[in-house]
């Protein structure tokens, strides 16, 4: 029996939308390695909370053959519904963690293989809030010299990406 393919779910940034630039470039890495690419659509919903919810209704029924991806709030979503989809890996760009008046909801655990991507020069989400997280859960992190939109790194972003998902599609079907 063939095993169903790997689904990458994206979820975007608080001012963004479900198919913008950086998401469009990821999406045909994903592609291009043979998985399938779906993005939520947030627009109108802020609270993070329901964003996650959103997620997890959207992606609950492929649980465990997920890899979530996101940006900035995105990342924050992706990472807070990771272990309720028993997700086979997270890609975070700039993630929104330990943001003032979120900190709460900043996730404890996601039981998955992690890599983050932040700027050096973001002045919305501080780069100190990936390091920290990428520490705490020994995740793999790549800080590089762009800003929160990190536009000007599709190219070594995309590279990661490839990198991370061929890992993670040779672990097998089981969780990794």
């Known amino acids: 029996m063939q095993q169903a393919p790997i689904r990458v779910v994206f979820s975007h940034g608080k001012e963004t939308g479900p198919w913008g630039t950086k998401i469009v470039a990821m999406a045909q890495v994903v592609r291009d390695l043979g998985m ?3 993005s939520v659509d947030y627009q109108g ?3 993070p909370r ?3 919810e959103k997620l997890v209704a959207f992606a609950g029924h492929h649980a465990g053959q997920v890899v979530l991806a996101g940006s900035s709030m995105g990342g924050h ?3 807070a519904a990771a272990q309720t989809l028993q997700a086979r890996g997270l890609f975070l760009l700039a993630p929104a963690f330990y943001m003032p008046g979120y900190e709460e909801f900043t996730p404890r655990t996601v039981g998955c293989p992690s890599v983050v991507v932040h700027g050096w020069l973001d002045d919305i989400v501080p780069v100190a809030n ?3 997280w990428a520490q705490e859960h ?3 992190l790549h800080i590089l010299d762009s800003d929160h939109r990190l536009q000007d790194q599709l190219d070594q972003i995309c590279l990661y990406l490839r990198v991370f998902l061929q890992a993670i599609a040779a672990t097998g079907p089981e969780l990794p």
């Open 36 to 38: 399938v690419a779906e």
């Open 45 to 47: 919903i802020d609270d």
């Open 50 to 52: 329901v964003r996650v």
């Open 77 to 79: 979503v992706a990472a």
């Open 130 to 132: 990936s390091i920290r």
């Open 138 to 140: 020994r995740a793999a």
